[in-house]
């Protein structure tokens, strides 16, 4: 299954851009489990990548009677979005949407959709950050 990527682009800058999408998630009431950091697992090894985050969020309550219904989804929960350093200090916000990958496991198809309103929501509302900054 081909996995279709959206991106979200910035006028913001990558740490302001990061601070946005954690604000985002946690006004959505959701919990963020991990925060990955390749860029600075990199420079611990000598090399060098833009800045590089992926945060693992999701919601237990909802997360969890889709795993128990569909326990192949856990390959897929908790969600991740991808905050990345772009040229002309700038960034990009993005994820892979999972209703059609979802609906392929047996996932209900209004279960699934769910999942992708959340993503989209969060991603839109941390590319306009002046919202979240007020």
């Known amino acids: 299954m081909l996995v279709k990527i ?27 489990f991990a925060e990955i950091d390749h860029a600075g697992a990199a420079r611990e090894n000598g090399l060098d990548m833009p800045e590089t985050r ?45 209703t059609d990958m979802f609906e392929a496991l047996g996932v209900k198809i209004h279960d699934a959709e769910k999942f992708d309103v959340v993503q989209n929501s969060i991603a839109s509302s941390a590319a306009d950050s002046k919202k979240l900054q007020a």
């Open 6 to 32: 959206q991106e979200h682009r910035t006028m913001q800058g990558f740490q302001q851009t990061l601070t946005a999408v954690t604000k985002a998630i946690k006004n959505a009431g959701l919990t963020i």
């Open 54 to 98: 992926v945060i693992l969020y999701g919601n237990p309550k909802v997360g969890t009677h889709v795993m128990t219904h569909t326990p192949l989804s856990a390959l897929d929960l908790p969600l991740r979005v991808l905050v990345r350093e772009l040229p002309g200090h700038r960034a990009a916000i993005a994820f892979h949407p999972v």
